[in-house]
């Protein structure tokens, strides 16, 4: 195992995905069924392509929890890029990051799994960051809120359906899936709201799909090199770039409440990642 390889790779990872929310954030005056298109549309090109090089059969094995896993992604997906038309890119980035709550009710139910006491202490810390930004950052959209609360819920359904699958399908079988069928339904909705991209957003709207693989390749690079209990926490450091690109690029604003609920949100989740890695 190599930590200092783990992180080098983590870093890679969080900037592709912050590289590929702050272009979602430019584009954000395009339909979000058009950005999840050519998002996802980059990715298939090169997961398909992989999986012919390896000769990996595509179809893979857990076929129906394939394709639950795919649209509960694309669904999750695209309710993240509708709320970075509302909300500033690392509040957004942090709510969608409390999906592991989620993840373990729904654990409990499908999984049989058990959560220990300490964990929900930790999701306590979490939802208080949540309350945090809608009772006292004014600045906070409410439908905006709503739409990446949602994104979350379905992420948590994401990780469930990935936890069922297992080992049982290659990663990029998983992730081929799920380019698939958010190209299919993004390219299905997106006939009927087209908005024709003009000079340089053709460039960045193909950037997305290359930004997104290499986020997924390097996340699954990191994990392999070393333990989860030393990986997990690592792929918060998105919320940090995120803010940062946010500040830079965009002139977004982050009050003092809202710094506190990210830094709530983050902390509680971080403390759950390490927590559950210990006692796993």
């Known amino acids: 195992m190599d930590f200092k390889k783990a992180l080098m790779y983590m870093v890679i990872s969080t900037l592709s995905f912050t590289f590929m929310n702050a272009t979602v954030k430019y584009l954000v005056h395009l ?13 298939l090109i090169l997961t398909m392509s992989y999986l012919t090089i390896k000769k ?4 893979g094995n857990r076929r129906k929890l394939l394709i639950y896993r795919g649209l509960a992604g694309v669904t999750s997906m695209t309710l993240f890029f509708m709320s970075l038309k509302y909300l500033t890119m690392g509040t957004a980035v942090s709510l969608r990051y409390i999906a592991p709550i989620f993840a373990a009710f729904f654990a409990i139910f499908l999984l049989k799994e058990k959560v220990k006491f ?13 309350l945090i930004l809608k009772g006292f950052d004014g600045t906070l959209d ?17 990780y469930v359906t990935i ?5 049982q399908d290659h990663p990029v079988v998983v992730v081929n899936y799920f380019m698939m069928i958010a190209t299919f339904v993004g390219g299905i909705l997106t006939i009927f709201n087209w908005v024709r991209p003009v000079g340089t957003e053709w460039i960045l709207l193909l950037g997305l799909g290359i930004f997104g693989y290499f986020g997924q390749l390097y996340m699954t690079k990191a994990f392999q090199s070393a333990t989860t209990n030393q990986v997990a926490p690592l792929k918060y450091i998105e919320v940090l770039f995120t803010v940062t690109v946010g500040l830079l690029w965009f002139n977004e604003i982050y009050t003092l409440w809202s710094l506190l609920g990210i830094f709530m949100i983050i902390g509680g989740l971080i403390l759950n990642a390490m927590y559950k890695s210990r006692v796993s």
């Open 31 to 43: 339909p979000a069924y058009e950005l999840v298109f050519f998002r996802s549309l980059g990715t």
């Open 56 to 59: 990996i059969p595509i179809l």
């Open 118 to 130: 300490m964990q929900w202490i930790f999701f306590g810390i979490a939802f208080g960051g949540v």
């Open 142 to 158: 409410s439908f905006g809120l709503i739409l990446i609360i949602l994104a979350a819920f379905f992420s948590g359904l994401v």
């Open 163 to 167: 936890s069922k699958i297992g080992k």
